[in-house]
């Protein structure tokens, strides 16, 4: 008698990496990176870093894959080098690499949000232009609402980046934390000043 049962939805949701890691999550991962790309492109929306996003002077295609690469990259190798670190457990390269690409399979449905051309010009603006445009404007008012939305796709994208370390380092309480610090906000960082080479 086959004694698994398929994880309910909700529990997918949770933990994917239940039922899906290391090569297959890899190829999923690298497919919904290429959709990803690919709605960046068409909305003009560019990766600084993992948590930061807008315009750029750079609009070539491959610019847009690079950025995409780095933000996948940069984190799974701090994450990597953490699971090393602070794992007692092996750790397999192809298991990180796998289940961090995969989480970051809903910036394909975030950047949905980024298509409308007043989303295009909005995103456009300087910080200053922007909260001119805010205080002064109500019509920029449903643009801001319109996107907030989209920031529940990058919180699912940062929560399945920590079941991805727990998972493929098997780490545990302030190991992974520590190490979960490391790549998302240490990440970030690294990120930003990688893509930022890429704009001069």
Same mark, same amino acid.
């Given at each position: 008698m086959n004694t698994h049962t398929k994880p309910s939805r909700p529990a997918f949701l949770a933990n994917p990496f239940?039922? =899906?890691a290391g090569w297959k999550a890899l190829a999923w991962g690298l497919l919904g990176m290429a959709v990803a790309t690919a709605g960046s492109m068409a909305a003009h929306l560019h990766y600084h870093g993992l948590m930061h996003?807008? $315009? #750029?002077?750079?609009? #070539? &295609? &491959?610019c847009y894959t690079a950025e995409h690469l780095v933000v996948w990259l940069v984190p799974a190798a701090i994450f990597y080098v953490a699971g090393l670190l602070l794992s007692s457990s092996r750790i397999r390269l192809i298991d990180v690499l796998g289940t961090t690409a995969f989480s970051q399979i809903p910036f394909a449905v975030m950047n949905l949000f980024y298509l409308p051309e007043q989303v295009q010009t909005f995103i456009a603006?300087?910080?200053?232009?922007? #909260?001119?445009? =805010? @205080?002064?404007? @109500?019509? &920029?008012?449903?643009?801001? *609402? &319109?996107?907030?939305? @989209?920031?529940?796709f990058l919180a699912v994208v940062l929560c399945w980046l920590a079941v991805a370390l727990k998972t493929s380092c098997n780490l545990r309480g302030w190991r992974l934390l520590l190490g979960y610090a490391a790549g998302? =906000? *240490?990440?970030? %960082?690294?990120?930003?000043? !990688? !893509? $930022?080479? %890429?704009?001069?």
């Open positions: 239940y039922t =899906i996003y807008g $315009s #750029a002077p750079n609009d #070539a &295609w &491959w603006l300087t910080p200053e232009e922007l #909260a001119g445009k =805010i @205080s002064q404007e @109500s019509y &920029w008012l449903p643009v801001v *609402g &319109w996107l907030t939305p @989209s920031l529940l998302i =906000i *240490g990440g970030d %960082m690294a990120c930003r000043l !990688i !893509i $930022s080479l %890429m704009y001069k």
